[in-house]
């Protein structure tokens, strides 16, 4: 088992930003690519962006390229979503999610979650 706990989010205003981190804990952590995903009220859970086991390749959702930034520190068992630029579209419970293997897009392909983590964006 993967315990995942997200931690980070809040209220902010349009155009501020927000860093998201995830601690992983119950096995190796390099064992695992990490996504992040969001869900939004009334609409279904989307990909934001995934980042290998070695932090050497990420890949992001098209809407947030550029917003948006993965990353990871495996001393810490930690990984991260930076969000710049937020705007009120961005408002969403944010997941971060664990896969065995290579670097996945697919709500299905993932294998652990955490809890999630409330991002409001105010106008």
């Known amino acids: 088992q993967v315990q995942l706990v997200e931690s980070g989010g809040g209220l902010v205003q349009a155009r501020g930003s927000l860093r998201l981190s995830c601690a992983a804990s119950?096995?190796?952590?390099?064992?695992?690519?990490m996504g992040w995903f969001r869900q939004a009220p009334g609409k279904e859970r989307e990909f934001v962006a995934a980042?290998?086991?070695?932090?050497?390749?990420?890949d992001c959702a098209h809407p947030v390229k550029g917003q948006f930034t993965i990353s990871r520190d495996n001393n810490k068992n930690t990984v991260y979503l930076r969000m710049d630029s937020l705007k009120p579209e961005d408002t969403a419970v944010y997941y971060c999610?664990?896969?065995?293997?290579?670097?996945?897009?697919?709500?299905?392909?993932?294998?652990?979650w955490g809890q999630g983590t409330q991002v409001t964006v105010s106008r």
């Open positions: 119950g096995r190796t952590f390099t064992d695992y690519a």
């Open positions: 980042i290998t086991w070695s932090g050497g390749r990420t």
């Open positions: 999610a664990a896969a065995a293997g290579r670097i996945r897009v697919g709500i299905g392909e993932y294998d652990y």
